[in-house]
């Protein structure tokens, strides 16, 4: 029992509305995986450098300027092993090796150009 003392209590914010599938469904991880594989360093730009026509090798060393040889071929593996990028094979000599985005590595790029626009409005914004 109080005696005199009113207790204000801070009103609270509706609940988020989980929505499966969304970035407030906690039982998603697909989410954070997501950002994870984009977030690795030099797969945004590698990403970028093959929606703009990169195919062989040489062409994304000449294109992401500062990659190492080794991290190109690393994470263009890793790409390809999450299906983001296709590699195929032409038997000529020598032989050629072309990279090209895969539908997955297409709708990716897509679904980040709301994230490229955001960023620039952001950088002219504060920059």
Known sequence: MTTGSHETTTPRPPALRLERGSVHDEACPSFQGAVELVG????????????????????????IAGISDRLLAQRLKELEAEGLIARSVIPSTPVQVRYELAPDGQALIAALQPLAQWSARRLRRVG
């Not at 690795?40 to 294109?63: K, N, P």
């Open 40 to 63: 690795r360093r030099w797969t945004g730009a590698i990403l970028f450098a093959a929606s703009r026509g990169a195919r062989r090798f040489g062409e994304y060393r000449v294109v």
